[in-house]
T-cell receptor, first 113, second 114 residues
Framework: DAGITQSPRHKVTETGTPVTLRCHQTENHRYMYWYRQDPGHGLRLIHY???????DKGEVSDGYSVSRSKTEDFLLTLESATSSQTSVYFCAISESVVNTEAFFGQGTRLTVV | AQSVTQLGSHVSVSEGALVLLRCNYS??????LFWYVQYPNQGLQLLLK??????LVKGINGFEAEFKKSETSFHLTKPSAHMSDAAEYFCAVRGGDNFNKFYFGSGTKLNVKP
């Protein structure tokens, strides 16, 4: 299995509070991704990174920010959590553009109450 | 942006029957194509991938998929379903407008009846 660790695995937080999810990889892969998974929507891309300090938005980036100061860590921050951000969040990594798949972490279940 | 369409959010087959899960993508430029499987409370695992070599791709657990450029399709099949195949399956595309991104379909839940 690819070395990807998401933390925390479960979190309950209150509306309006900031929340940070962490993704840590030991594979030295260039690309890192944050997705959210909701029933009927599959996986939707929030943000991704194509190198240290290089990030870009995905399709559902509003209300989220990311940072990547080291190759191995990719942080997702919910600036002010809302109930609509209750979801399962997955981190994924990929080595390069050509010929390579994404490897996924085990997910973080976030509940905003 | 790329779009990925999986026909049928739920598919039910009998054990031993053919499994066919459909996937169509929108890109006019052939992308990289993938099928993933997700078991409850787990992350996604790669079943197989198409990367412009053979159009018929074999994956793990007896699954295979055929890339058809003219139909912009990448359907997943397995000749004989097993109870352990019950899971959710996602088709994914890398490329089209942006090869940095992976785009996922909405998923198909496969139920296998004894």
């Amino acid at each position: 299995d690819a070395g990807i660790t998401q933390s925390p695995r479960h979190k309950v937080t209150e509306t309006g509070t900031p929340v940070t999810l962490r993704c840590h990889q030991t594979e030295n892969h260039r690309y890192m991704y944050w997705y959210r998974q909701d029933p009927g929507h599959g996986l939707r891309l929030i943000h991704y990174s194509y190198g240290v300090k290089d990030t870009d938005k995905g399709e559902v980036s509003d209300g989220y920010s990311v940072s990547r100061s080291k190759t191995e860590d990719f942080l997702l921050t919910l600036e002010s959590a809302t109930s609509s951000q209750t979801s399962v969040y997955f981190c994924a990594i990929s080595e390069s553009v050509v010929n390579t798949e994404a490897f996924f972490g085990q997910g973080t279940r976030l509940t905003v109450v | 942006a790329q779009s990925v369409t999986q026909l049928g959010s739920h598919v039910s087959v009998s054990e031993g029957a053919l499994v066919l899960l459909r996937c169509n993508y929108s890109s006019s430029v052939p992308p990289y194509l993938f099928w993933y499987v997700q078991y409850p409370n787990q992350g996604l695992q790669l079943l197989l991938k198409y990367t412009s070599a053979a159009t018929l791709v074999k994956g793990i657990n007896g699954f295979e998929a055929e890339f058809k450029k003219s139909e912009t399709s990448f359907h997943l099949t397995k000749p004989s379903a097993h109870m352990s195949d019950a899971a959710e399956y996602f088709c994914a595309v890398r490329g089209g407008d942006n090869f940095n991104k992976f785009y996922f379909g909405s998923g198909t839940k496969l139920n296998v009846k004894p």
